[in-house]
C-alpha cells in the first residue's frame, strides 16, 4: 500500500494538530466521527474522506494516536531530515 502520498504528507501534518478522543469504537476528531476499523477501512464522517476514499487528516491523527506503525513510519518519512525531503 501506498501510504506516503502528496495528499497525505498534507494531511499527516494537519494530523498533527488534532486530538483525537475515543468513545467506544470510534473516535471523535474535531466535528468528525471516525472508525478506524472496518471493511474496507476507516471512515471517517467528513467530506474529504467520503469523495477522496483516501485517508483524511481525522482518520490519520486517529491513527497517530493507535500508534499505527504504517503511519509512524510515513511520520518518520515526513519529518526526518534526508534525501527524500531535500529532493531538488
Ligand atoms: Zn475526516
Not at 79 to 86: D, I, K, V
Amino acid at each position: 500500500m501506498e501510504l506516503v502520498t502528496a495528499h497525505v504528507r498534507t494531511r499527516l501534518r494537519k494530523a498533527l494538530a488534532l486530538d483525537a478522543v475515543r468513545d467506544g469504537d470510534a473516535w471523535h476528531v474535531g466535528d468528525h466521527l471516525v472508525h478506524p476499523t472496518g471493511d474496507p477501512g476507516a471512515q471517517c464522517s467528513c467530506p474529504d474522506h467520503r469523495y477522496r476514499r483516501e485517508p483524511c487528516k481525522h482518520v490519520l491523527a486517529v491513527r497517530l494516536a493507535l500508534r499505527d506503525p504504517a503511519t509512524l513510519d510515513a511520520l518518520r518519512v515526513l519529518l526526518a531530515p534526508g534525501p527524500a525531503s531535500r529532493a531538488p
